[in-house]
């Protein structure tokens, strides 16, 4: 596998107990064969943009195509390489909260600074930082349309399986529980 300037950088000992490496933070512009993306269906699209823009720090990649009213067809969004997130506007109603959730990979000294943001825009519903029950720290950041991206970063420790309340793997399978 190729490794980029906006992979991971540092992967640690597999077991070893030291923290995950952090993503780098970049804005790769470059247009590439994405691998996995997700699709919001929101009311406003000026709106979102500024929310997930302007509150989360997203970079607008591009705008594309035009409706029969000539409005902006679909827009793409991208925080860091493989985090590419495609809004288009709702063909209908948007069931507000349709619980669907993204979880995009941030930086642990980032999420104080994304909820402050994401907060000063007034537009949606940010929930933490928080401490989770597996090992990261996470910020919930809910959108105008309900939409919710979560942000999570290893805590600073890596925790292992005996310290996880309730963890169990299937190591038939040949999962490791400490890699």
Same mark, same amino acid.
């Given at each position: 596998? &190729?490794?980029?300037?906006?992979?991971?950088?540092?992967?640690?000992?597999?077991?070893?107990? !030291?923290?995950?490496?952090?993503?780098?933070?970049?804005?790769?512009?470059?247009?590439?064969?994405?691998? +996995? +993306?997700?699709?919001?269906?929101?009311?406003?699209? /000026?709106?979102?943009?500024?929310?997930?823009?302007? #509150? @989360?720090?997203?970079?607008?990649?591009?705008?594309?195509?035009?409706?029969?009213?000539?409005?902006?067809?679909?827009?793409? @969004?991208?925080?860091?390489?493989?985090?590419? @997130?495609?809004?288009? =506007?709702?063909?209908?109603?948007?069931?507000?909260?349709?619980?669907?959730?993204?979880?995009?990979?941030?930086?642990?000294?980032?999420?104080?600074?994304?909820?402050?943001?994401?907060? &000063?825009? #007034?537009?949606?519903?940010?929930?933490? =930082?928080? =401490?989770?029950?597996? #090992?990261?720290?996470?910020?919930?950041?809910?959108?105008? /349309?309900?939409?919710?991206?979560? +942000?999570?970063? =290893?805590?600073?420790? &890596?925790?292992?399986?005996?310290?996880?309340?309730? +963890?169990?793997?299937?190591?038939? !399978?040949?999962?490791?529980? /400490?890699?």
């Amino acid at each position: 596998m &190729r490794s980029t300037e906006n992979d991971v950088t540092d992967r640690g000992a597999a077991g070893s107990g !030291a923290a995950p490496a952090e993503p780098v933070e970049s804005i790769d512009t470059s247009i590439y064969r994405m691998p +996995f +993306f997700a699709t919001l269906q929101v009311r406003d699209l /000026d709106v979102s943009l500024r929310w997930y823009t302007e #509150g @989360l720090g997203m970079h607008l990649l591009a705008t594309m195509g035009r409706r029969d009213d000539g409005t902006t067809a679909l827009v793409h @969004l991208r925080r860091w390489r493989y985090q590419d @997130l495609l809004l288009i =506007p709702a063909a209908g109603l948007v069931e507000h909260g349709s619980g669907l959730t993204l979880s995009l990979a941030a930086r642990l000294g980032e999420l104080d600074e994304l909820a402050e943001r994401a907060t &000063r825009t #007034g537009l949606g519903e940010v929930e933490g =930082p928080a =401490p989770t029950g597996w #090992g990261t720290n996470d910020l919930r950041a809910t959108d105008p /349309d309900g939409n919710t991206v979560v +942000f999570t970063a =290893p805590l600073t420790s &890596r925790p292992q399986a005996a310290d996880l309340s309730g +963890f169990t793997m299937d190591v038939s !399978a040949g999962a490791s529980p /400490d890699r």
